[in-house]
T-cell receptor, first 116, second 111 residues
Framework: EAGVAQSPRYKIIEKRQSVAFWCNPI?????LYWYQQILGQGPKLLIQ????????DSQLPKDRFSAERLKGVDSTLKIQPAKLEDSAVYLC??????????????FGAGSRLTVL | QQQVKQSPQSLIVQKGGISIINCAYE??????FPWYQQFPGKGPALLIA???DVSEKKEGRFTISFNKSAKQFSLHIMDSQPGDSATYFC??????????WGAGTKLIIKP
């Protein structure tokens, strides 16, 4: 089974620029998550999708972050404009369904963002 | 009340020794407690998980011990190997299936 694909793996931008990350979950996984992981910390949930609907975006800084999951498969996470404190690894994860989300999340390798 | 407190922040263990990482929670509604393992440059991967109806779960060299009354759970790695060097995260979730993560423990196994 193919894993969760993410791109780009690395991105360096200057503050106030924009960036977009892409995620392709495991085929058949209805639930998709975007996490932010700052160096030395645990993952922080930004947004959770069930198919193409948002389940939880309470910790998403909506003034600068946006995410979509068109057709309930691939997802993109956008940051515009970026701030220095957005430097982090952005992890995408998927699970079979929301109810099974507590069982196994499969993570991608992440996209490392550096904001200068 | 939603926090999961993990300790220690970092841990160095000799090869062949026992590695122990502890987590504590406050929300008694939590009913699922997984441990994730993360290698540098990779995303976290589920290692082992437990539900509160059992006090211990063992998978190979990895064991979760669960103390419901103390609201604590721990990961024990027996016969620790250099390949176990990674960052370990505990987590907890309840009826909303939302994982609450610990801050992580960086484990180094010395050859």
């Amino acid at each position: 089974e193919a894993g969760v694909a993410q791109s780009p793996r690395y991105k360096i931008i200057e503050k106030r620029q924009s960036v977009a990350f892409w995620c392709n979950p495991i085929s058949g996984h209805a639930t998709l998550y975007w996490y932010q992981q700052i160096l030395g910390q645990g993952p922080k949930l930004l947004i959770q999708f069930q198919n193409n609907g948002v389940v939880d975006d309470s910790q998403l800084p909506k003034d600068r972050f946006s995410a979509e999951r068109l057709k309930g498969v691939d997802s993109t996470l956008k940051i515009q404009p970026a701030k220095l404190e957005d430097s982090a690894v952005y992890l995408c994860a998927s699970s079979l369904s929301r109810s099974s989300g507590a069982n196994v999340l499969t993570f991608g390798a992440g996209s490392r963002l550096t904001v200068l | 009340q939603q926090q999961v407190k993990q300790s220690p922040q970092s841990l160095i263990v000799q090869k062949g020794g026992i590695s122990i990482i502890n987590c504590a929670y406050e929300n008694t509604a939590f009913d699922y407690f997984p441990w994730y393992q993360q290698f540098p440059g990779k995303g976290p991967a589920l290692l082992i998980a437990i539900r509160p109806d059992v006090s211990e779960k063992k998978e190979g060299r990895f064991t979760i011990s669960f103390n419901k009354s103390a609201k604590q759970f721990s990961l024990h790695i027996m016969d620790s190997q250099p390949g176990d060097s990674a960052t370990y995260f505990c987590a907890a979730s309840g009826s909303n299936y939302q994982l609450i993560w610990g801050a992580g423990t960086k484990l180094i196994i010395k050859p």
